[in-house]
């Protein structure tokens, strides 16, 4: 490719050759002698130049990574709980705790209001100021107090059968206010007192909760 000058500013471009170098830009203050060179940039900006067509973007689906497998583990056949063990396990840890019979003293027993006219007993191997288990007071209504699990619970008395001796029959049965716990007693009395009163000389205390009897051997006495 030839450049020749006619006039002063004026650039007349000559081209002696086919156009096998794409791209080739010439440049009007060239000087003359000077061959073209091919300059990719200048292509760009050459606007004679043929636009260059991007190659198309096919799209490609990448497959989603697979979930991976869990492996579930059975026990071995000796640790397989069956149902009925399951059941027989729940039955126990729901039941309720049993009831523990303690002694009081004389003074725990008027500050949870018992004491007076009516029936103590205590058990066969104590004596009335260390093993007091039960009172049973004169009159309707609540009257009988024992110590459970810490602290005095009241009973009404549901039946009364035998002897009657101070508003006290020789067979009772009780039930608390709650009603989930019974207590019967049965005692055999002995020779009077001095003073208004009656010995008992054995006797039997039977706490019943669920179904579940605690049996208590007592003596005391009763009076007023």
Known sequence: MKTSRFKAGVTVVAIAATLNLSGCILRADQPEGMSATADPAAAVLNNDAEPSVAAPVVATETPAPESPKVLEVQPPASEVVPD??????????????????????????????????????????GSYSDSSVLFSGIGEGPQLLMKLNGKFVTFERMEGNGQEFYGQFAQQRFRNLNGDIEVATEVELGAKGEIESVEIEQGRVVVTRNGVDQEIAVKGDAGC
């Not at 002694?103 to 009516?118: P, R, T």
């Open 84 to 125: 009925d063990a399951k059941a027989a396990a729940t039955t126990l840890t729901d039941a309720p705790l049993p009831v523990e019979v303690q002694s009081y003293s004389g003074d725990e027993l008027f500050a949870a209001g018992g004491g007076g006219c009516g029936m103590s007993l205590w058990r066969s191997e």
